[in-house]
């Protein structure tokens, strides 16, 4: 997954970035550049960067995967469970359905239980490319060489 973001602050290693939206409308000259702007995200980054860059930055495909099975995908597979095994208890519909909620909550207690206290690495975006005035940077390059 790729994104694009605006630098407006620099500590270090750190970059604090403003990211741009990706929806359709971010590219519409009817608003203003700060409606463009979505929320911000923090990343590392050793190379040179000044204030009001764009950067380019990306997260690994296995990571996004990860992350949106995780966050989607495992707590319709609770919902599903639920529903089962009181399906399998001899529960009514009515009863069906409200233990299948109760695995979605419990799934999403276990999932902010899961990431509050047991992930260790949190996801790190990776700059790939460096924006300044017109010319793109390329991050992954040896030479510093202009594209």
């Known amino acids: 997954m790729k994104s694009n973001g605006k630098v407006i602050g620099i500590n270090g290693n750190k970059i604090k970035l403003k ?3 990706e929806s359709s409308c ?3 000259s009817g608003c203003g550049d700060a409606n463009k702007l979505a929320r911000e995200l923090d990343v590392t980054y050793d190379g040179e960067v000044e ?4 950067v380019t930055f990306e997260l690994e ?3 996004m995967l990860k992350i949106g099975f995780t966050v989607y995908i495992a707590p319709i597979l609770m919902m599903i469970l639920g529903y089962t095994i009181s399906s399998k208890m001899g529960g009514t519909e009515k009863v069906n359905v409200l233990v299948s909620f109760a ?5 999403f207690i276990c999932l902010h239980i899961y990431d509050k206290y047991f992930v ?9 490319a460096v924006e300044k005035g017109t ?13």
């Open 120 to 128: 260790k690495e949190k996801v790190e975006m990776k700059v790939t």
């Open 19 to 21: 990211m741009f939206k």
């Open 26 to 28: 971010a590219h519409c």
């Open 135 to 147: 010319e793109l940077i390329d991050a992954d390059s040896c030479t510093g060489k202009n594209k």
């Open 61 to 63: 495909d296995s990571k």
């Open 51 to 54: 204030i009001g860059d764009i």
């Open 103 to 107: 695995f979605l909550v419990i799934s």
